[in-house]
């Protein structure tokens, strides 16, 4: 049934830049509740920017949310453990106490949310980029072309021009540590004994800073995350500086010798975005956009897709859309700002090299169902 716009009769319509998984998922949640949707990708092709990523509870409850977990399940990872190292000696392990998490490929959860987008009608624009908006509710593409629309959804990065061109107040920063994210072979029988099943934090201060974060995504791919200060020409070179990796980290020998040929690679520093609203009018902003943080907690992803889903339900209130966008921001905001700020804090402080730093107030994003805002699931 079309979500029908009560003024004019006619369905609602959401133009929403930026394929990625904010995007893609704001995009489904917001068809299958009947709005019309049209997505737009500056790119040629739909595809997964990055290696790897985590995916909590909440994360996967979006995912069930839209229909899209089974598909997302089949060719991932939970591992047993998360496991700290510390100058390469186990100092703790971590098992959530049942908190569902899981490993995969950026590129498998987004070709999972690409064929749910297709499967529920989403018209998805390719070469279409979004360089302007305006809160009246119109959208500026590159070639020229306004598009009308009840909603516009800007999920277009950390470099949104829908956000810029509106003029959200916002403030920036840069953290002086950094990662290589790469995927790589698992060469599970090279690296011999060892819990390799295993999430493994691994953490060194001497002679040098880095950190290595081993994460499994299925029984074939492996997601590394190699931390090195900016400020460190060799632990930031990429491609990686081989000799360097090794000689810290010598028993991953070969898969960082599978890392060193990976010559697309690339440094990004830890990057943080934080606005003073993420809503105006009928424009609402959602991922990156809105709230980059530092990777510390692995809730980037996550609180993107649960702030994109949610947008939809409060959409479904029965309120204008500027109302609605006003009580959402204020209803789901919280969670995300406190995630960000001690995200920002690891970051800034390397707390997780201490181990057990899991703490209620570091899973307070992952625990977060976000389908109990229709539904009403048992506790």
Known sequence: MANVNKTSGKSRRAEVAGGGFAGLTAAIALRQNGWDVRLHEKSSELRAFGAGIYLWHNGLRVLEGIGALDDVLQGSHTPPTYETWLHNKSISKETFNGLPWRIMTRS????????????????????SEAVAADPEGRLTLQTGEVLEADLIVGADGVGSKVRDSIG????????????????????????GHGEWDNTIDMWNFWPRVQRILYSPCNENELYLGLMAPAADPRGSRVPIDLEVWVEMFPFLEPCLIEAAKLETARYDKYETTKLASWTRGKVALVGDAAHAMCPALAQGAGCAMVNAFSLSQDLETGSSVEDALVDWEKRIRPITDRCQALSGEYAANRSLSKGNMFTPAALEAARYDPLRRVFSWPQ
């Open 108 to 127: 498998h959860l987004h070709n999972a949310l690409v064929a749910r987008a297709r499967a529920v009608g989403v018209d998805i624009r390719v070469n």
């Open 168 to 191: 959200f107040e916002q403030d920036r920063w840069i953290s002086i540590d950094g990662l290589i994210r790469l995927i790589v072979p698992r060469k599970k029988k090279e690296l």
